[in-house]
C-alpha cells in the first residue's frame, strides 16, 4: 500500500516541494517498517545462531560463527552469549572463553551460574573460583547454584581455606539447609578427611534426599577406618524414610564393606541389589561386589558370582587383583586359565598386568616369559602398563638385562615405569646403575615423585646401606619429598634399621603429625636395638596423646614388656586387648601367649590358649615354646601329637620346640625319629637351629661321634654354633680327640668370636696344656676379641598403662 500511496500524491503534486516532501515521507516510512523487520531477523537470527553453535565440530568453525554473531550485533544476549562461553571452554580454548564472557558481562547472574556450570563441566575449575570471588566483589547475589559449583571446584582442588569461606556464605543466605548445598559441603570434607564436620552438614540438611545420603555414604567410602561404619546406619535410616537406594549407594557401601572386611553386610548390600533389581546387568556393580567379597577373602563367593554372571573382564580383574594382593598368587594364575578357556572372557592389559604381578611374587621367570611370548605371536603392542609389568617381573627373577631391554624399547616412559627400572636394580644390588637412571630421568625431564624417594629409602633400609640412606635423606630434602609424611617414615625407618638411633629419634620429634607407622618404626627400631625401656616409654606416650595402637603396636609392647620381665605391664596390655576388642585377633593373643610364659605364668598362657576360638598353626607353636620353655616335655610332644591328628601341618618353629623339649629332656629316641620325620613325613627341611638341637641331645647323651658325624654331613654354610655345642659337651664328657679336630676346624673356618677361644682355651687348661692356653689367650688379645660380661633383669615398679 505504501507504493501506492506515494504514487497517488507524487501525480497529484507537481512542485518541487511537494515531491521533496514525498521524498521525506518516503524515508521515514520506510525507516520504520525496516525497525519491525529487523527486530523480527535479529529474534531468528537469535534461533539460528544457537543451533548452528551446537553443531559447530571445531575450534574453526565456532571463531566463524561467533564472528557472524558480532557483526549482527547478537553478542549482547545473555543466552547466546553463554552458548558461546560454553563452546571455547569444551573445545579447551580458555582465552577465547574469557573474552567472550568479557563482551557479554553484564549483572545478570544468571549469565556467571551458566558460565561457572559449563567452566566446571570443562575442568576449569580454577575459573569457576575466580569467577566466585568477582561475583563477590561485583556484589552480584550468590544463590544455590554458584556455591554448590563454588564447593564441587573447592573439592577437585583440595581448597580446604576457600571451602570453609563458601561455607560461611550458605550459612549467611540460609543456604546450607538446601539439599545441593549441603551435598557438595559433605563432599568437600569427606575429600578432606574431615567426617566429622560432613556429619554436621549432613544433620543440618533439612530435606534429605537419595543425593544427600548418598554423598554422605559416598564421603565414608573413601576412609578406611573404624568411623565408616557410619554409613550402614545411613542407609538404615535412609531405607527407614523410604527413600529407594540407587546403583551409586551400593556401590560405595560394598566399597565400604571391602575396606572394613565387613563380610556380613557386604553379603547383605549384595542380596539386597539382587531382591531389588537394581543394577541388573550392570558392570560396575558387578565389579565392585567381586571387589568386595576379594578383599572380605570370600574367594568362592566372588567367584560363584562370576560364575552365574556374564563375567565381564572388568569383574574378572577384580577377581585376579584381590587374589594377588592377598598373596594368593598361584590361585592368581590359575584364575586367568579359567577366566580364558572355560568362560571365554578376552583379557585386556589389565588382567595380563595383574597375572605378571602374581608371576612376579613366585618369581615364575617361564610363565612370564610365555606371556610375553604371547603378545608377541598376536602382535599385541605393548603399553607402558604391560611393559612396566614385564620389567618388574623379570627384574625379580634376577633377569635383569631383559629388562634394561625392554625399558629400554618403550617409546614413551613415564615416572613409573623410571620407578620399577630403579627398582629392580636396587633389588639385584645394582646401586650405582640405580642412581645413574635416575640422573638421566631427571636429565630427561620426567620429575622423580615420592615413590621414586621410597623406593630408594626402603632397598637402602634393607640392605643396611647407611651411606647411600644418608645421600637419598639429602636428595629428599633438596627436592622438597621431606613434607611428605610417608618419606619422614621410612627415612626413619631407614635409621632404625641401620642404628643410628639418634638420627631416628630426631625425625621422629621432628614429626608434626604422626600416624601408626611412625610410632610402630620408632618403636621397632628402638627394640631391635636393645633400648626396650624406650619401647615402653614409647607405648606409654602414645596412650596420653590419645593414639590408638594397632595390633602390631601391641605385639611390640608386649615383647618389650616380656623381655622386660614386667608382668604387671604384660595384664595392663592384656587388658588394653580387651578393651579394644582385639582379643580375636591372633597374632596378639599369640604373642600374649609367648610374653607370659616368659614372665614365668605358664598358667595364663594356657588359659588363653584354651579361650582361643580358633587356633592357628602360631598359636600351637606359641603354646609347645610355652611347655618346652618350663621344662614340660612330656606336654611337648603331647601337644605334638594333638596337632597331627587336628591335621595341623608344623612347621620348622614346631619342631625347634620340641627338639628343644626332647634335648632337655634326653629323649634321644624320639628325638631322632622326630628329626627324621622333618623330611620323610613332613617335607620341612631342617635348617642350622634343628642341627644345633640335635647336637645338643647327642652332645647331653654323650654321643659325640653321632653328633659330629651329623654335623659334617649336614649341607650348612655355616657350622661355627653347632661346633660350639659340640665341643662344650667334648670337654664336660672329656673327649679331647674329638675336641681337638673341633678346634681346628673351628679356628680355621669359624668366625672371630670371643667365646670360640675362651671355649678351646678352657679344653687345653683341663688337659693341664698350659702354655697352648696362654698362646690361646694370647692370640686372642691380639685380635682385640674381649668376652662381654653376663647380665640379668629383675621387674620394676613402672606402671605400663
Keep these: 500500500m505504501l507504493p501506492i500511496l506515494l504514487r497517488n500524491l507524487a501525480g497529484n503534486t507537481g512542485s518541487k516541494f511537494n515531491k521533496i516532501a514525498v521524498l521525506k515521507l518516503h524515508r521515514r516510512l520506510s525507516g520504520s517498517t525496516m525497525d519491525t523487520n529487523s527486530c523480527f531477523s535479529k529474534i531468528c537470527n537469535l534461533d539460528k545462531f544457537a543451533s548452528l553453535m551446537q553443531g559447530c565440530a571445531d575450534l574453526r568453525s565456532l571463531k566463524k560463527l561467533h564472528a557472524r554473531v558480532f557483526t549482527h550485533g547478537l553478542s549482547w544476549n545473555v543466552i547466546l552469549g553463554s552458548k558461546i562461553v560454553s563452546s571455547y571452554a569444551n573445545f579447551g580454548s580458555l582465552p577465547e572463553s574469557r573474552l567472550a564472557f568479557q563482551t557479554t558481562l553484564n549483572d545478570d547472574s544468571s549469565l556467571w551460574k551458566s558460565a561457572m556450570v559449563n567452566y566446571y563441566r570443562a575442568g576449569y575449575t580454577e575459573e569457576v573460583i575466580l569467577l566466585y570471588k568477582r561475583l563477590k566483589v561485583n556484589q552480584i547475589s550468590l544463590d544455590g547454584k554458584t556455591i554448590t559449583f563454588g564447593l564441587k571446584s573447592c573439592t577437585e582442588l583440595k581448597n580446604q581455606y576457600l571451602g570453609k569461606a563458601m561455607h560461611v556464605d550458605s550459612l549467611k543466605l540460609g543456604l546450607s539447609v538446601d539439599k545441593f548445598v549441603g551435598s557438595s559441603l559433605i563432599g568437600l570434607y569427606s575429600k578432606l578427611g574431615r567426617m566429622d564436620n560432613s556429619q554436621k552438614v549432613f544433620k543440618e540438611i533439612i530435606s534429605k534426599d537419595v543425593v544427600a545420603y548418598t554423598s554422605m555414604i559416598t564421603g565414608y567410602s573413601e576412609i578406611v577406618d573404624s568411623t565408616a561404619w557410619n554409613a550402614f546406619e545411613i542407609a538404615t535410616d535412609m531405607a527407614q524414610n523410604n527413600l529407594e537406594v540407587n546403583r551409586v549407594t551400593l556401590v560405595s557401601l560394598l566399597q565400604i564393606a571391602g575396606n572394613l572386611g565387613a563380610l556380613k553386610e557386604g553379603k547383605s548390600i549384595h542380596c539386597y541389589s539382587i531382591r531389588r533389581a537394581i543394577g541388573v546387568s550392570d558392570d560396575i556393580l558387578e565389579t565392585s561386589t567381586v571387589n568386595m567379597y576379594t578383599r572380605c577373602e570370600a574367594y568362592q563367593s566372588a567367584a560363584a558370582l562370576l560364575q552365574n554372571s556374564k563375567g565381564t573382564v572388568a569383574s574378572w580383574n577384580a577377581m585376579l587383583s584381590g587374589l594377588t594382593r592377598a598373596g594368593q598368587s598361584f590361585n592368581a594364575i590359575q584364575c586367568l586359565f579359567v577366566m580364558l578357556h572355560e568362560n571365554k572372557v578376552t583379557p585386556d592389559s589389565v588382567t595380563f598386568a595383574n597375572v605378571l604381578s602374581a608371576c612376579a611374587e613366585l618369581r615364575y621367570f617361564g610363565y612370564a616369559a610365555s606371556i610375553h611370548a604371547y603378545f608377541i605371536r598376536r602382535y599385541i ?161 602414645m596412650q596420653r596423646r590419645g593414639e590408638k595402637p594397632d595390633s602390631v603396636i601391641l605385639i611390640t609392647a608386649i615383647q618389650a614388656v616380656s623381655d622386660l620381665g614386667h608382668l604387671k605391664g604384660l595384664k595392663q596390655i592384656h587388658c588394653f586387648v580387651y578393651r579394644s576388642l582385639l582379643e580375636n585377633d591372633m597374632i596378639t593373643a599369640n604373642s600374649l601367649i609367648t610374653a607370659y610364659a616368659k614372665c614365668g605364668r605358664l598358667d595364663l598362657s594356657l588359659d588363653l590358649f584354651f579361650s582361643l576360638e580358633y587356633r592357628n598353626l602360631d598359636s600351637w607353636n606359641a603354646m609347645i615354646s610355652a611347655y618346652a620353655m618350663h621344662g614340660y616335655y612330656i606336654d611337648v610332644l603331647e601337644m605334638f601329637k594333638q596337632m597331627g591328628e587336628k591335621n595341623i601341618q608344623p612347621d620348622e618353629s614346631t619342631f625347634s620346640s620340641v627338639l628343644t623339649a626332647c634335648s632337655h629332656a634326653g629323649l634321644i629316641k624320639e628325638g631322632w625319629l622326630i628329626f627324621s620325620s622333618m623330611t620323610s613325613v613332613y617335607s620341612v627341611p631342617p635348617q642350622e637351629e634343628h642341627y644345633g638341637c640335635m647336637a645338643d641331645l647327642l652332645g647331653r647323651a654323650g654321643q659325640l661321634e653321632d653328633g659330629y658325624k651329623l654335623i659334617k654331613l649336614s649341607t650348612l654354610k655355616d657350622k661355627s654354633n653347632i661346633f660350639c655345642s659340640l665341643l662344650s659337651a667334648c670337654r664336660i664328657h672329656g673327649n679331647t680327640q674329638l675336641a681337638h679336630a673341633i678346634s681346628k676346624e673351628l679356628l680355621e673356618h669359624g668366625p672371630q668370636n670371643p667365646g670360640i677361644y675362651a671355649l678351646i682355651s678352657e679344653i687345653y687348661a683341663q688337659e693341664g696344656q698350659w702354655n697352648e692356653f696362654a698362646n690361646m689367650k694370647a692370640r686372642a688379645n691380639l685380635i682385640g676379641l674381649k668376652k662381654l660380661p653376663g647380665s640379668s633383669l629383675i621387674e620394676s615398679t613402672e606402671q605400663i598403662c
Design 381 to 541: 603392542p605393548l603399553d607402558v602398563v604391560l611393559a612396566t609389568a614385564l620389567i618388574e617381573v623379570y627384574s625379580k627373577c634376577t633377569r635383569i638385562m631383559i629388562s634394561r631391554h625392554l625399558f629400554d624399547r618403550l617409546i614413551v616412559k613415564d615416572v613409573v615405569s623410571y620407578n620399577t627400572m630403579m627398582y629392580g636394580y636396587l633389588q639385584n644390588a645394582m646401586a650405582n646403575e640405580a642412581i645413574s637412571l635416575l640422573n638421566y630421568m631427571m636429565a630427561e625431564g620426567i620429575a622423580p615423585d615420592f615413590a621414586t624417594v621410597l623406593s630408594f629409602l626402603a632397598a637402602f633400609a634393607d640392605q643396611r646401606d647407611l651411606i647411600r640412606g644418608r645421600w637419598i635423606h639429602g636428595f629428599a630434602i633438596r627436592r622438597g619429598f621431606c613434607s611428605e609424611l610417608d618419606v619422614k617414615n621410612q627415612i626413619l625407618h631407614m635409621y632404625s634399621v641401620c642404628g643410628i638411633i639418634v638420627a631416628a629419634w630426631a625425625i621422629f620429634d621432628s614429626l608434626e603429625k604422626k600416624n601408626l607407622v611412625s610410632w610402630t618404626a620408632m618403636m621397632k627400631g628402638c627394640l631391635s636395638h636393645g633400648h626396650v625401656d624406650e619401647v615402653v616409654r614409647l607405648f606409654q606416650l
